[in-house]
């Protein structure tokens, strides 16, 4: 598998999308989330798509404090991710929805509750319903710990340590796009050895 390059953004892409595919970028990862303006909607992810941008999910949380990770937060949070993915995108089975834990979640069991969480939101789905896989984002040991416990399947490590998981994130850059117009992102890459769970729309 090759190693691709992406971006990371908390805004819309729909009109940058040609702009940044011909800049080498190979995939985005957007938000779901309640807060309006950030969220990917459906008509972004077909304009990326048919850029020939993949993409990726991650539900994070505005100014997370440790208190709010628990396990009644994490099925709140992964059963309006799911609707999301479902509903909104119909984003397709097996790709991944990613969970960003902060670094002071991570010690003690609040990732962990959370993430029990997010899990029981994922499992309540029906029989007929799309399947999605579990993604941690966050540091070397909130994903090793999320891992190793079966409550994600992918992970991505938030900052440029050496280690690998499905994805990597990189340093920040600034884009041109269109009218002279400049953006700032965060850059990734995924291993080539890990799918990294990222989909398409129709």
């Known amino acids: 598998m090759t190693v691709l390059t992406g971006v990371k953004a908390p805004f819309e892409l729909t009109q940058y999308a040609i702009a940044i595919k011909q800049q080498g970028i190979d995939f985005a990862m957007r938000h779901y989330t309640h807060q309006a303006g950030k969220s ?28 709010y ?7 709140a949070d992964g059963a309006a991710a799911y ?12 790709s ?33 319903e799309r399947k999605y896989q579990v993604g ?12 190793a416990r079966g409550l994600a399947t992918v992970a991505w490590l938030a900052d440029e340590s050496g280690v690998e998981y499905n994805l990597k ?18 850059l990734l890459c995924n291993s080539a050895d890990r799918p990294a769970g990222l989909f398409r729309v129709l």
């Not at 609040?110 to 007929?128: H, I, K």
């Open 69 to 75: 990770f628990s396990r009644a937060q994490g099925c």
């Open 136 to 147: 941690v984002y966050g540091c070397n040991a909130c994903c090793d710990a999320m891992l």
């Open 169 to 186: 994130q990189l340093a920040a850059a600034t884009l041109p796009v269109d009218d002279g117009q400049r953006i700032s992102v965060g």
């Open 40 to 67: 990917l909607s459906l008509a972004e992810a077909r304009a990326l798509t048919d850029a020939g941008i993949q993409i990726g999910a991650v539900w994070e949380a505005p100014d997370a404090h440790l208190s």
């Open 83 to 94: 609707l999301m993915a479902q509903s909104v995108i119909a984003q397709p089975s097996g």
């Open 96 to 128: 991944a929805i990613y969970f960003a834990v902060p670094d002071l979640a991570v010690d003690g069991e609040a990732a962990l509750r959370y993430f029990e969480g997010v899990n029981q939101a994922f499992s309540a789905a029906g029989p007929a």
